[in-house]
């Protein structure tokens, strides 16, 4: 069951402790204005737990107990059968407002005047939210000029990964959206269940403050996506390729590379890796935030790239390069790694986990062939494997300022309804659609999607990340279920510590800039553009440019909190 944060609560004076980081931290947070508004691009250290004025938990009992039993949320559970669905909302308002709402879509625009979206519409109540369609390859970039404008609508969707392209996130979030505190604080259970039965940690990560300064300022302003943990990533390799070529799984870094060696012919079009660049630090034990770590020995923030396992990183990254292990054309970033991993072109991809369900899926339809699983966590030159763990939501549904309460009220009973867990009949048609347009259900019991269902209703976004469900599920093939609920358990014994767990942390602008430079010159050098005796002056570039501001940011707000 989702539980509260099991952080000690302190009362929201208590926020002085990550805001109040002394004069030259201070100086870092935005101010704020005589207009109310924030403008600042120094970045910002928000708090993400332990406030008071959040909507009080009160657990909602799941109407169908899952299969197996995890420990929430970086070991989730998980369902092996598909449940008879019970109805969640058993009262629905009744709405008869009209919105837009902005979403990311990746692929084809869907008809929207499908029964989907008026079966889900009466289902809720009968509020009617037009979905606003954009590219969400170029969503994070553009979303940047609607929000400038407010030409986004009443409401919008942005994920976490999609914050690097905002300069001052937080300017953006209190000058543009509804501060929800007044009407979501204390005790909601009544109107919202399923809104008070999301986890705490969820709400304390929708937290914002217009001024760091002032704790009093500090709000709820997102309505929070999905929320979960673990490792959300991993190297996924086709198993009956790796059988058919009689090689072993590896289970350190040194043997992976005997494993690329083996597997490759670029004469004949295999190669091992389609791209391998943000996933294969943590082989090498290079985690953190933004890539800092506090080492304790030195009592130092210090940055991957002072460490000698970056210089061996880059090393491993080079030689899959050099010795035409890696995809010629990784480079350009346009290669497809899914279908060519099955085509049987590639061994390995850096993935989510989500394309271990989906590549199942494909089977099934005859779409694909083999099987793909994880690689276990590895480390190199005999060094425990680090796994990061993503405890965290996905992003939010950001309401317009302009609107009105009346209105805002009548969209979050919306998200109660969409807040319905697995084995719910609100998940059911969310996520499903309707049985005999959208997906039948097959020899199992499980409903399977029909081709408009695949178009229309699994590809597009569409209402399904309004808000997070009060719980999340393992769930799909019976057998990636079970792979994925020991793997995650398996997981736990390597994750990382998190230096700045329970605050949220916005890189200056500087920083952000000097990052992605080092980005760029690292994959220089791993793509044989520049050479490996080039990264002490790839270093010094980067702390001269903002690397060195960013440590003393950095330090401040982890002293903030851990008091060094």
């Given at each position: 069951m989702p539980v509260p944060s099991s952080t000690a609560p302190f009362k929201r004076r208590s926020l002085f402790k990550v805001a109040g980081l002394g004069v030259?931290?201070?100086?870092?947070?935005?101010?704020?204005?005589?207009?109310?508004?924030?403008?600042?691009?120094?970045?910002?250290?928000?708090?993400?737990?332990?406030?008071d004025f959040l909507p009080t938990y009160q657990e909602w009992p799941l109407p169908v107990e899952p299969d197996l039993v995890g420990e929430p949320p970086n070991h989730p559970s998980a369902f092996i059968s598909y449940p008879e669905p019970v109805q969640a909302v058993s009262e629905v308002p009744?709405?008869?407002?009209?919105?837009?709402?902005?979403?990311?879509?990746?692929?084809?625009?869907?008809?929207?005047?499908?029964?989907?979206?008026?079966?889900v519409t009466d289902a809720w109540g009968g509020t009617t939210i037009n979905l606003r369609h954009a590219d969400g390859n170029t969503f994070a970039d553009?979303?940047?000029?609607?929000?400038?404008?407010?030409?986004?609508?009443?409401?919008?969707?942005?994920?976490?990964?999609?914050?690097?392209?905002?300069?001052?996130?937080?300017?953006?979030?209190?000058?543009?959206?509804?501060?929800?505190?007044?009407?979501?604080?204390?005790?909601?259970?009544?109107?919202?269940?399923?809104?008070?039965?999301?986890?705490?940690?969820s709400w304390g990560q929708s937290v914002w403050s217009k001024d760091l300064k002032d704790p009093d300022s500090a709000g709820v302003y997102g309505i929070p996506m999905g929320f979960s943990g673990g490792p959300g990533n991993a190297v996924m390799f086709r198993t009956d390729l790796m059988e058919g070529a009689n090689l072993a799984v590896p289970t350190t870094v040194?043997?992976?590379?005997?494993?690329?060696?083996?597997?490759?012919?670029?004469?004949?079009?295999?190669?091992?890796?389609?791209?391998?660049?943000?996933?294969?630090?943590?082989?090498?034990?290079?985690?953190?935030?933004?890539?800092?770590?506090?080492?304790?020995?030195?009592?130092?923030?210090?940055?991957?790239?002072?460490r000698p396992e970056f210089t061996e990183m880059?090393?491993?990254?080079?030689?899959?390069?050099?010795?035409?292990?890696?995809?010629?054309?990784?480079?350009?970033?346009?290669?497809?790694?899914?279908?060519?991993?099955?085509?049987?072109?590639?061994?390995?991809?850096?993935?989510?986990?989500?394309?271990?369900?989906?590549?199942?899926?494909?089977?099934?339809?005859?779409?694909?062939?083999?099987?793909?699983?994880?690689?276990?966590?590895?480390g190199a030159k005999g060094r425990e494997p680090l796994i990061s763990m993503n405890t965290s939501i996905d992003g939010w549904t950001f309401l317009n300022k302009d609107l009105g309460r009346e209105q805002v009220e009548e969209i979050l009973d919306v998200a109660n309804w969409c807040a319905s867990p697995y084995g719910t009949t609100e998940y059911e048609l969310l996520q499903y659609g309707v049985e005999g347009e959208h997906f039948t259900l097959g020899n199992d019991g499980s409903p399977v999607y029909t081709e408009l269902g695949s178009e229309l209703v699994l590809a597009p976004i569409n209402y399904k990340v309004v808000v997070g469900q009060v719980q999340t599920f393992l769930t799909g093939d019976p057998d990636v279920v079970q792979k994925r609920f020991d793997?995650?358990?398996?997981?736990?014994?390597?994750?990382?510590?998190?230096?700045?767990?329970?605050?949220?942390?916005e890189a200056p602008a500087d920083a952000k800039a000097a990052g992605q430079t080092l980005w760029d010159q690292q994959n220089d050098i791993a793509y044989g553009r520049a050479e490996l005796s080039s990264i002490p002056e790839m270093v010094e570039t980067y702390m001269n440019n903002g690397g060195e501001a960013a440590r003393e940011y950095y330090t401040e707000a982890y002293e903030s909190v851990h008091g060094e």
């Open positions: 030259a931290g201070a100086a870092g947070l935005p101010a704020l204005a005589a207009c109310s508004d924030i403008e600042s691009g120094s970045g910002s250290v928000q708090a993400t737990e332990g406030f009744s709405g008869s407002g009209t919105y837009e709402m902005t979403v990311p879509i990746w692929g084809d625009t869907p008809a929207g005047d499908d029964p989907y979206y008026t079966t553009t979303s940047v000029q609607w929000l400038k404008a407010n030409e986004y609508g009443d409401a919008i969707q942005i994920f976490s990964w999609m914050l690097g392209s905002h300069s001052n996130f937080t300017e953006t979030v209190v000058n543009n959206f509804y501060n929800l505190t007044d009407i979501l604080k204390g005790d909601i259970a009544e109107r919202w269940p399923l809104l008070a039965g999301l986890p705490t940690s040194e043997e992976l590379l005997e494993v690329c060696r083996a597997w490759s012919d670029d004469a004949n079009g295999k190669w091992a890796f389609a791209g391998l660049d943000w996933f294969v630090g943590q082989w090498f034990s290079l985690g953190g935030t933004d890539g800092w770590n506090w080492d304790p020995d030195q009592k130092k923030m210090i940055h991957n790239v002072e880059m090393e491993f990254r080079r030689t899959l390069w050099d010795e035409q292990l890696i995809h010629p054309d990784a480079p350009t970033g346009t290669l497809d790694p899914h279908a060519m991993q099955k085509a049987g072109n590639v061994l390995f991809t850096q993935d989510s986990m989500v394309w271990w369900n989906d590549y199942a899926l494909q089977v099934k339809r005859g779409e694909a062939e083999g099987e793909i699983n994880p690689l276990p966590p590895l793997f995650h358990a398996a997981a736990q014994q390597y994750a990382a510590e998190n230096p700045f767990a329970g605050m949220r942390i």
